[in-house]
């Protein structure tokens, strides 16, 4: 299997603050990696260093098409559900904006554009919301949407930043299983970042765990951890990985 | 006389001419960038340059030099300054416009201060009057309506995707700080134009009631934005011929115009969701 992102020595200091600390891995096509860590372990870092909106202190990064890494990463931001009921976008608009980093000035919206939108609507089952404004939708809903504008540009790469710590229990199982859905069936490697170990064992191949340093990068049925990650409490971690 | 006889008349005037075509363009200008600053909770901008403005008007006025020209790039000035010290000094926004609005007050009132007084002149700025209103504000203000709305057309969807969602506009590559930068500088351009209309004190209204409005009935991106520049033209058009029938100041009417048409805006969307 090819990579399509290669992470080596990566070290990230915050003024004197260590970060990260000497990160190797790749992601390779059909992977389902969950990032799990305790709150403060690098896991937010790590993803904005993969997006390119941090500075790598040292170490390197490698995309396998590197001219084309915008429309390669998808990429579905923390707390993206927006709050704010009054603003006003269509859904379709909304996911317009995920074919943005393929277009050059001046960036319209074409014909072909609009049958993408549609496309992908469809494919995660939200078409008939198209015309809705974004602000009237539920939680899951509007959760599915901003997934559709990650995935309108058809990555090669899915990054969920903590998607589902905004929908109760029922929406997030579904969210999850359309995960696991699209990583088997569109050839589209995820990156999942979760406080849900539960959840995110059961779904994806591989986890990764942080704790500024790579402490565990493996398949997940390798792996078990008693830990309450949401208290991010470092001390009580006990890791058990059964090799 | 009847409705359309004082309206031939008031048309008669070359000043009330002018003041209609400032008027309008700059209410185009000022709803169509309302829209990113309002939904990018940046609205108050328009208040704190417009102090700024204040205070570039008093130094003019002591140099006996044309506003416009001292006001405009120290006004552009100091909306950058403004997002340099939210950005690189982790100010909040509203804390920094707060910084620089009251510093450009006290500067305003020492420097008229200095001057001997307020006089008729600083006066007409802080209200507006559409009598101050001259040839060339109107071919600025042309030229300026022309810039925002090109703008509008070709930043279109880097100008939305940054204004609903920053950090996923950063990873599709729109530059972001440049956008920002750009509405920045156009709505204090809008700003110093639109104080010859409305005043100091009252121009932050133009950018953020049309758009307030309109967020009670659109849907969309796009109707929001055709919808806020329709109230605030109406709003213009309305307030200054009103401020001629009643002889009421020009901004003052144009102000209590959106406002009439905001509650009207939010009377007609809770009649819709009966």
């Known amino acids: 299997m090819s990579k399509i992102i290669e992470v080596k020595d990566l070290n990230i200091f915050y003024g004197q603050q260590q970060v990260l600390k000497d990160i190797s891995f790749s992601i390779e096509e059909g992977d389902y990696i969950g990032l799990v860590g305790a709150n403060g372990s690098g896991k937010t870092t790590l993803v904005k260093a993969i997006l390119g909106l941090v500075p790598l202190t040292s170490g390197s990064i490698k995309y396998s098409d590197a001219d084309k890494f915008q429309q390669g990463i998808g990429y579905l931001p923390q707390v993206a559900v927006t709050g704010n009921t009054l603003f006003p976008a269509e859904v379709h608009e909304i996911v317009g904006i995920g074919l943005m980093g393929s277009k050059r000035f001046p960036k319209k919206i074409n014909k072909e554009d609009n049958l993408k939108i549609d496309d992908i609507l469809k494919r995660l089952d939200i078409f008939q919301l198209k015309h809705k404004k974004i602000g009237d939708l539920s939680g899951g809903q509007q959760q599915r949407v901003l997934l559709a504008r990650a995935m309108v540009s058809k990555p090669k790469l899915l990054i969920l930043d903590e998607p589902t710590s905004a929908l109760d229990p029922k929406v997030r199982t579904e969210f999850f299983k359309l995960i696991k859905d699209i990583n088997e069936n569109d050839n589209t490697s995820i990156l999942l970042v979760s406080h849900d170990l539960g959840s995110i064992k059961k779904c994806s191949k591989k986890i990764m765990l942080l704790d500024r340093e790579l402490m565990y990068f493996g398949p997940s049925d390798d792996f078990s951890i008693n830990v309450n990650f949401v208290e991010g409490i470092h001390d009580h971690i006990h890791m058990e990985v059964n090799n | ?274």
Do not use: C, W
């Open chain 2, 1 to 274: 006389m009847d409705t359309i006889d004082i309206l031939k008349e008031a048309f008669g005037y070359n000043f009330m001419q002018r003041a209609m075509i400032v008027g309008t363009l700059i209410a185009i200008s000022s709803s169509l960038l309302g829209v990113f600053l309002v939904l990018k909770k940046f609205s108050m901008i328009g208040d704190g340059l417009a102090h700024v403005s204040f205070a570039t008007v008093a130094i003019a006025l002591l140099l006996g030099t044309s506003p416009m020209l001292v006001s405009i790039p120290i006004v552009v000035i100091a909306s950058i300054f403004i997002m340099e010290l939210n950005e690189r000094a982790g100010i909040h926004g509203d804390a920094a416009i707060g910084l620089v609005s009251s510093f450009s007050v006290a500067l305003g009132v020492l420097i008229s201060s200095i001057a001997g007084g307020f006089n008729v002149d600083l006066f007409s700025y802080l209200f507006g009057s559409i009598l101050a209103i001259k040839e060339s504000d109107m071919y600025l203000s042309i030229a300026l309506a022309f810039g925002v709305i090109s703008m509008i057309i070709f930043f279109y969807n880097d100008l939305f995707a940054v204004t609903h969602d920053e950090s996923f506009a950063s990873v599709i590559g729109v530059k972001t700080k440049r956008m920002n930068y750009l509405i920045a500088t156009l709505t204090s351009i809008t700003i110093v134009l639109g104080i010859r209309v409305v005043g100091t004190m009252l121009i932050s209204s133009m950018i953020v009631f049309p758009t307030v409005t309109a967020l009670q009935i659109s849907k969309s991106f796009k109707s929001t934005i055709l919808i806020a520049a329709v109230v605030s033209v109406l709003a213009v058009i309305l307030g200054v011929i009103g401020s001629y029938i009643f002889n009421f100041p020009s901004g003052a009417s144009i102000v209590m115009v959106n406002a009439i048409l905001f509650i009207l805006f939010v009377s007609l969307k809770k009649l819709i969701k009966i």
